[in-house]
Nanobody
Framework: QVQLAESGGGLVQAGGSLRLSCAAS????????MGWYRQAPGKSRELVAT???????HFADSVKGRFTISRDNAKNTVYLQMNSLKPEDTAVYYC???????????????WGQGTQVTVSS
């Protein structure tokens, strides 16, 4: 099994910053892409940002220039630095990873439990 443990959510005023962390643990041979998704009340889950094992990144248009994503491969950890937060960034943020548990297995999706980010106006 693979567990993804998120931390760093909370309440912040508009214009503020938060940093989310997500550490993967368990049976892990390698991790391909890692990333963050979010789901606001009444809306579908949407991609926020992803990063490959080689460091290539992709961001949703709504967060470009405000959010950065990074990872520490040695620690199986991904980070999301969120700056200039807006009320519309309020959502539950979920960590995602494409994990290969054993060398002879293909990769599979793993999800964290989610962490609440609330941005007040």
């Amino acid at each position: 099994q693979v567990q993804l443990a998120e931390s760093g959510g909370g309440l912040v005023q508009a214009g503020g910053s938060l940093r989310l962390s997500c550490a993967a643990s368990g049976t892990i041979f390698s991790i391909n892409a890692m990333g963050w998704y979010r789901q606001a009340p009444g809306k579908s889950r949407e991609l926020v940002a992803t990063i490959t094992s080689g460091g290539s990144t992709h961001f949703a248009d709504s967060v470009k220039g405000r959010f950065t994503i990074s990872r520490d491969n040695a620690k199986n950890t991904v980070y999301l630095q969120m700056n200039s937060l807006k009320p519309e960034d309020t959502a539950v943020y979920y960590c995602h990873a494409e994990v290969r548990r054993r060398w002879y297995e293909s990769s599979g999706s793993s999800w964290g439990q989610g962490t609440q980010v609330t941005v007040s106006s």
